[in-house]
């Protein structure tokens, strides 16, 4: 007897199905992902384009609210982003890695019910070299009615969001989010200019073999931070005194670091594994934002099994206090994250 091969599913009829569970859903929320994915496909063509097109690759002469480089294609996406969200008047406010401060869009009765706040191109400072790059996004319900839109509908904490996911632009392009149904992973077929269902409720595995953290910055880390990692390279439990020269064989982990967030949680997030963003010295926040990134891939991860911590307490509990707030980040494998808190944690008591 023939197999049936399997259903083809575009993320359009996917989403459809997961509104449906929602029979009082008006279809603005699902019209909101429609929207984010139209501005992937665009974002994936250009950056795709780039190196055979002039003009699309390096830096422009501006620096963005965290005094970072704006790269062209940061520029771009951006611009993506602000052209095609709610464009059905679902979206009242959006807030970006890239501007300064919020956009307001909408703020009459009944329209304008969610916030969205994003990171347009992660990673881009791979872009030149031809590394994976991605997009980040997390979408909350607005509180306030009429048009008193403002601060404390943007700043509510992670776990308040209605959805959240990433955009891969790798060897191939994938968009993966999650509503709260599941954590749901689909590949753009450039022939057809759709993305279609590839990983159907993705779960990461409780413990990883891989960590990923930038080890350049090991002189920087509190000296709790650099025993946990230690510990992570050469077997849990072990004592400083009774390490020898190297680990033992298959006692730690691996190190995996792309220096492209996006790419680095969706690898640990299918094999396993864990992405570490320490505070350091200079950095006593770390790098990353909590708005635009760490929240939006702490919700994909809880939503698949998986588990985000600052190093004290989960990263979806943590209310931002301003837009660009940053946040140490230690991200994917359950048990992992939790060790990491717990090891964290007990030396602080311990200080
Ligand atoms: P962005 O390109 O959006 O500014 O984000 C860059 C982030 C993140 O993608 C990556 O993991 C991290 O910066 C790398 O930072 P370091 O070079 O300090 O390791
Ligand atoms: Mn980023
Ligand atoms: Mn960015």
Redesign the pocket.
């Known amino acids: 007897m023939a197999l049936l091969p399997s259903n083809l599913q575009t993320i359009e009829s996917h989403m459809l199905e997961v509104q449906s569970l929602h029979p009082t859903a008006s279809g603005s929320f699902t019209g909101l992902l429609s929207d984010i994915t139209f501005a992937a496909k665009i974002i994936s063509r250009e950056v795709n384009k780039a190196g055979l097109v002039e003009d699309i690759l390096g830096a422009t002469d501006e620096e963005n609210v965290q005094g970072e480089v704006i790269q062209k294609l940061d520029d771009y996406a951006n611009n993506i982003f602000l052209r095609c969200l709610g464009t059905r008047g679902q979206v009242c406010m959006m807030g970006s ?1 890239e501007l300064a401060d919020p956009v307001i869009t909408d703020t009459r009765e009944g329209s304008g019910n969610y916030i969205v706040v994003f ?1 347009p191109l ?2 881009s400072s791979n872009i030149d070299a031809n590394v994976s790059v991605g997009t ?1 996004f997390g979408i909350w319900r607005r509180k306030s009615r009429l048009d008193k839109v403002g601060m404390e509908d943007l700043l509510q904490p992670g776990m308040e969001q209605v959805a959240a996911g990433y955009v891969i632009y790798g060897s191939s392009t994938m968009f993966v989010y999650t509503a709260g149904h599941g954590v749901h992973g689909f590949t753009l077929d450039p022939s057809l200019g759709e993305f279609l269902l590839s990983h159907e409720n993705i779960q990461t595995p409780f413990r990883g073999k891989i960590y990923s953290v930038n080890e350049a910055y090991e002189p920087r880390w509190t000296p709790e931070v650099r025993e946990m990692v230690r510990q992570l390279k050469y077997g849990r439990h072990t004592k400083a005194s009774s390490r020898k020269d190297k680990p033992t064989a298959g006692s730690g982990m691996s190190t995996r670091y792309i220096g492209s ?1 996006v790419a680095d949680f969706h690898r640990n997030l299918l094999y396993g594994g864990v992405y570490l963003y320490p505070p350091y010295e200079g950095r006593p926040q770390g790098k ?2 909590m708005m635009c ?1 760490a929240a939006p891939l702490a919700m994909v991860a809880e939503n698949a099994g998986g588990y985000a911590s600052n190093g004290q307490e989960s990263i979806l509990t943590v209310k931002p206090t301003e837009l660009h707030m940053r946040t140490p980040l230690y991200i994917g494998s359950r048990d992992d994250v939790l060790w990491i808190e717990k090891t964290l944690s007990k030396a602080e008591e311990a200080i």
């Open positions: 890695e990171d992660d990673g980040i967030l990353l934002r990134e």
